[in-house]
């Protein structure tokens, strides 16, 4: 996964990935590419949850997929990447779903954004929305949340391979 920029709102969801992703299977340490200062981030994430783990170790289960694997790495998808960058990140790292947030400006739609990328990436692609959720397992499930801030969902759909 990728942390850039290391704001709040954009790296607070990788301890919750990485120990969800843990708890139902992944048996590989969860990869975070960032920049300059994503390895300490998730040294402390680590740290963080170090009691979590060792009690979750005692009781038996394979700790392998709790780690981090930090590399530094030279990007900036969150703030200043075009469709068409973003289109050719797609193509060259072969995504099952790309997905696009926290899109500037905000009045810009799914449909535009997929007409500016489709010339330089063919693959699945999503526009997320609000209280969205994208369930990543065997398969991508996509849920939308039904009312501001409801757990109950108005669709499911399993993302097109």
């Known amino acids: 996964m990728t942390a850039d920029p290391l704001h709040y709102d954009q790296s607070i969801a990788i301890p919750d ?3 969800t992703g843990f708890m139902y ?16 981030m998730c040294d402390h994430f680590q740290a963080a949850f170090t009691w979590d783990l060792e009690q979750r170790g005692l009781v038996g289960f394979d700790l392998t997929g709790a780690r981090f694997e930090a590399q530094l790495a030279n990007i900036s998808l969150a703030v200043h990447t ?12 072969g995504p099952r779903l790309a997905v696009y947030s926290h899109i500037i400006p905000p009045q810009t739609t799914a ?3 997929a007409e500016v990328t489709a010339p330089h990436y063919s693959g699945p692609l999503l ?21 501001e801030g409801t757990a109950e969902y108005e669709k499911s759909d399993v993302a097109p391979e």
């Not at 590989?28 to 300059?36: D, I, K, Q, S």
């Not at 075009?82 to 790292?93: M, W």
């Open 17 to 19: 990935i990485k120990l």
């Open 25 to 40: 299977g992944r048996r590989a340490p969860l990869t975070v590419f960032g920049p300059e200062g994503i390895e300490e």
């Open 82 to 93: 075009t469709p068409e960058q973003a289109g050719y990140i797609f193509t060259h790292t």
């Open 111 to 113: 449909e535009e954004l």
């Open 127 to 147: 526009t997320a929305e609000d209280f969205m959720t994208v369930t990543i397992g065997d398969e991508i499930v996509i849920g939308s949340a039904r009312g």
